[in-house]
């Protein structure tokens, strides 16, 4: 059994409250037989042991599981009950004065005011009916009873209705202040005008304006009032007889009102500090913050606004305080912005939009602006950590804006010049096709000596070397076209079912004379067991014949190249690899670009158009694959390309470049249109 600081014991059974709060220095259990502690029957606390749960909980309990609590290891307070029981009291009347609150009002500021002006109003019958008991009012009969009840009850139902209803509460607030004042004459004139109550009242009038206010303007307002009621009651206490004597109950609630006023006070006082030394801290986050800092209630009304906002708008704060800021928006502008407020009103974390807010032009008026200027904003918001509404910075973004449809002007003339270059060679291209085959044609009739012997020659090598030229012509032009449909999206991908090895045999005899004849040793080491491939044969051909090619023609004597080819996972995988010059780090940009060549002393001894690689990226791309590169100078280029066994995923036209990847011999580099591949035929 546990006993109070005295040493008494607890008496079993006994009511009591227990708020338990964490206090480890110390265990008072004291107080817990004296009155003002209420407890109610609860079950054990055995699911609370070395939880910590009492902390910051009310739990009810007897006096005999006091013990349990004990065994918990907590050092438990308990609080009487009357200061729990304020705290909800006053949060239930300030929920009620909240609700008098016009919806419309949208700054914070504005709608405490307006709350605590409710809640001015709402005691008003409270301190009136006060005075009267007080002052001994009294009416003979019962009707005028009932009606004075009726009249002092109505009267701040009245004013709180015109609150709920009026944008603007200042003149609501002073009327019911004139109307308060007006009371308490009319009770001194009738009953009892020495009542010190009444004066303290009358006296008050200012106080309680600048409780609700908070400004000079109501002090001087009220002031009045407060002089005009105090006149009123030393005339009517000149004019009687004699004067009431003080009561005790008079004195009393005297006494009483004077406490709440100096508690009202002081906390007013210290309420008005905080929120000086929080406006401090926010304007000095508002000027570090790069834009328009303002709060957005949920219908769209400006509650407040920063500094910045005068600079930024061209039009002084007040002015757009309860204000919609959907007036400011551009027309066109506005399904957006009505997306962005249901956003936020739905609960999102947060929202941006970009609009366009109309402003006054610098060195103009708001009356005097002869031109409307819309100005691009980006519009952050997050919601509001007190009350309802949204929290809103606004960044001037005409400049980003602007480059960037700077910046879209730019790339649609780049890639418009781009399509017209590549329309005028493919024109170009199929012009010249039709006198190239004609040249070929009877240039190879004359190396037949179809139509007779040639008699000299040097006929024959002049003939040889027209064919020779037409053929290397042609395949340019042939080359050009290609380029040409694939980036128009225009080149046709048949897929079929082909088997890989025998593509890969073909184009080694191909090149395998080529290769003899600069000394280079050409390997395929492709296996017959890779099987069948859905893909465009004759696309897949030219890409081998591309990349051998180009391996062929940059591998010195006694070179190796070699084709290989795997199966991984659902992709065929199959690499050139040659042991040649190499291509540098930087050179691997630049490849892969249509007339692009890597430039040194050796690739200038080689003809070569820049166009191989340009063909081979387009068609791994038409493919759904991607290509690769890991190259070291001076040891050699590894070419990998990775297909799709099914083929691609769509047989139609596309216009999707390779994934192309460099290497080095320290690096690996993927890219898309940038990192282009290798040298180019």
Known sequence: MFGDSHGTALPKGKPFIYHARHNRSKRDMSGLDKPGFILSLKPRLQKLTATGMLQNNILEMTANDLAV???????????????????????????????????????AAQRDRDARMAGSILAMPVMLAVAMVTSHFMLGELAGIISLVVGVLALPMIFCGALSLSKDSTAVGMSALGAYGLSIASIGAAAAPANLLLWIMAAAIPLEAWFVYRSERSLRISGRIAA?????????????????????????ASFCYLATLVTRTASALAARAMAARRDDRVADLESAVEGVVFSLGTNGLIG?????????????????????????????????????????????PSAVVEVKLRCVAPGETLKHAHSVRFVSYRLSAVPHSQGEGFVVVATDISQAVADRNALAIARREVETAEITKGRFLASVSHELRTPLNSIIGFSDILLQEICGKLPDGRQREYVELVHRSGNHLLSVVNAILDVSKIEAGT???????????????????????????????????????IGNVVADSRAIH????????????????????????????????????????????????????PFRQVQNDYTRSHEGTGLGLATVKGLVGLHDGDLRIKSVPGQGTVVDVRIPLNGPASECVQEEPANIVEFNATSEMKGGSHGEARKSA
């Open 69 to 107: 609590a004990e065994f918990c290891g907590k050092q438990e307070k308990l609080v009487p009950i009357y200061s729990v029981t304020r705290s909800r009291i006053a949060e239930s009347f300030g929920r009620l004065c909240r609700r008098w609150v016009n919806p419309s009002v949208a700054g």
């Open 228 to 252: 005009v009621v105090l006149a009123g009651l030393l005339i009517v206490s000149l004019r009687a007889d004699g004067s009431v004597a003080l009561s005790p109950l008079t004195l009393l």
């Open 304 to 348: 407040s606004l920063s500094s910045k906002a005068q600079d930024q708008f061209g039009i002084a704060r007040n002015l757009l305080i309860g204000t919609p800021l959907l007036d400011r928006v551009h027309v066109s502008d506005r399904v957006q912005f009505l997306g962005f407020l249901a956003d936020m009103k739905n609960g999102a």
């Open 491 to 529: 080149y046709p991908i048949v897929a079929e079912s082909f088997a890989f090895k025998e593509a890969v045999t073909m184009v080694h005899d191909m090149m395998a004379h080529q290769a003899a004849q600069k000394g280079v040793t050409l390997c395929d080491r492709v296996s017959p067991r």
């Open 542 to 593: 030219q890409v081998l014949i591309n990349l051998v090619s180009n391996a062929v023609k940059f591998t010195e004597a006694g070179g190796v190249v070699t084709i290989d080819a795997l199966i991984e996972d659902d992709m065929l995988a199959f690499s050139v690899s040659d042991t040649g010059i190499g291509i540098a780090e930087a050179d691997l940009l630049t490849l892969g670009q």
